[in-house]
């Protein structure tokens, strides 16, 4: 009996959730940190698409995960509450941000100087969000 409720609840917590899930989170920090955990795992997918051959996945998987810290930069603006004032949950995004961002550009070394462009326009999004984070919280008092 005790497997069997461990084995359920491993099966409840593979499920990551989507985009429209994580919109519909009431929190705005909670919203905003899961928006940036859903951006790493579709890096990671994007990753794992890349290396089965799939261009066309991985291109659609980096479009979602510029998708999720755009959801999370939103959320974070909606709070209300700035990096400088509360650092906590931008650090949080932000050193999140820039892990991903350096899985990025190890998968563009990977590639082909065509399948580049597939990495260039989401790395964009993520480096911008993610140098506003930052500048935010180093920003002098």
Request: charged share 30%; net charge neutral.
């Given at each position: 009996m005790g497997a069997l409720i461990t084995?359920?609840?491993?099966?409840?917590?593979?499920?990551?959730?989507s985009l429209d899930q994580i919109r519909s989170e009431p929190n705005l920090?909670?919203?905003a940190k899961l928006a940036v955990?859903?951006?790493?795992?579709?890096e990671r997918r994007a990753?794992?698409?890349y290396t089965a051959g799939n261009?066309?996945?991985t291109a659609?998987?980096?479009k979602e995960m510029a998708l999720g810290v755009e959801l999370a930069q939103?959320?974070?603006?909606?709070?209300?509450k700035t990096p400088m004032r509360h650092p906590g949950p931008y650090k949080s995004a932000e050193l999140k941000?820039?892990?991903?961002?350096?899985?990025l550009a190890d998968l563009e070394k990977r590639m082909d100087a065509e399948e580049r462009a597939a990495v260039e326009g989401p790395r964009t999004k993520v480096q911008d969000i993610h140098d506003e984070w930052f500048d935010g919280i180093m920003r002098k008092k």
């Amino acid at each position: 009996m005790g497997a069997l409720i461990t084995i359920l609840l491993l099966l409840a917590q593979a499920a990551p959730p989507s985009l429209d899930q994580i919109r519909s989170e009431p929190n705005l920090e909670r919203r905003a940190k899961l928006a940036v955990e859903f951006a790493a795992a579709a890096e990671r997918r994007a990753e794992a698409a890349y290396t089965a051959g799939n261009m066309a996945s991985t291109a659609s998987e980096l479009k979602e995960m510029a998708l999720g810290v755009e959801l999370a930069q939103a959320a974070f603006s909606q709070t209300g509450k700035t990096p400088m004032r509360h650092p906590g949950p931008y650090k949080s995004a932000e050193l999140k941000t820039q892990e991903i961002l350096v899985r990025l550009a190890d998968l563009e070394k990977r590639m082909d100087a065509e399948e580049r462009a597939a990495v260039e326009g989401p790395r964009t999004k993520v480096q911008d969000i993610h140098d506003e984070w930052f500048d935010g919280i180093m920003r002098k008092k």
